[in-house]
């Protein structure tokens, strides 16, 4: 999700859903401790429930951040064990340290040896050469003795080598199957599904068997799935937010984000989403992802494009 799950994301799908706990981007440890810590790190009261999702390898920098992590006010903070991409292998994050599960055992320590903030890991069933079902318990084994309790689980194996990330999320099979013997099998910790989950009935059928389900990229090109989130998992009893009502209370903190000196794409490219399913819809991505760029009044054309949720 990265350079898609920024603050202006999540500040959006925060008025979908007041329950769901928002995961930032992936920002490395090089990121926080040798550039602009706070441009990473800056985030929205509103947004909370929320974590930050760190990715590294070096446990003296890891616990570093985590630090930086709680000093900002974040209530949690997420180990990427996931992640395929070559870039992120080169520098040892990410899914090719399954292959290290002393490494990341020694990682969690640290960061749970310097703060208070829960500690969590996001990672795949395996990865080509390690995707065995006794590699997979030996990883959450040795990660859980090291104190981490919450593992969310990629139900894909990621190959590491021939495979574009896209290619990851799509060629190897899902085995859910997998996913729910390890929560059959490590029953005291927290087992969070994730992967090819689309709709609010799959989420209600996972968590007959796991503690939580994750939506990733279906979250951010479908957001309005969020929508009846609080309604459905979470028991709320509040009313549901239309997609009228969401843009009409994000029109504030885009005028505030262009005061400030932003520009509106910032915040719309991140809407699209809502332009889905109903007559209309293509001209509604037509407007913020192409007109924006052609006017001198952008915030007319959010109005335009504002009209034509009406009712929706």
Known sequence: MMDWTDRHCRYFLRLLSKHTLLYTEMVTTGALLHN???????????????????????????????RLAEEAGYDEVNLNVGCPSDRVQNNMIGACLMAHPALV???????????????????????????SYAELCDFVG?????????????????ILEGLSPKENREIPPLRYDVAAQLKADFPDLEIVLNGGIKTLD????????????????????????????DQQLFGSAAPVVSRSEAMERLRPYIVAHMESGGAMHHITRHILGLGQGFPGARRFRQLLSADIHKTDAPLAVLDQAAELLQGR
Do not use: W
């Open 36 to 66: 602009d810590a706070q441009r990473f790190l800056r985030h929205d009261v509103s947004e909370h429930p929320l974590a930050l999702q760190l990715g590294g390898s070096v446990p003296a920098d890891l616990a570093a951040c985590a």
């Open 105 to 131: 055992a020694d990682c969690v320590k640290a960061m749970r040896d310097a703060v208070a903030t829960p500690i969590t890991v996001k990672h795949r069933i395996g990865i080509n050469g390690r995707d």
């Open 142 to 158: 040795q990660v859980r003795e090291a104190g981490c309790r919450s593992f969310t689980v990629h139900a894909r194996i990621a």
């Open 202 to 229: 799959e989420c209600r059928t996972h968590l007959e068997t796991f503690d939580g389900v994750m939506l990733g990229r279906e979250a951010y090109h479908n957001p309005y799935v969020l929508a009846e989130v």
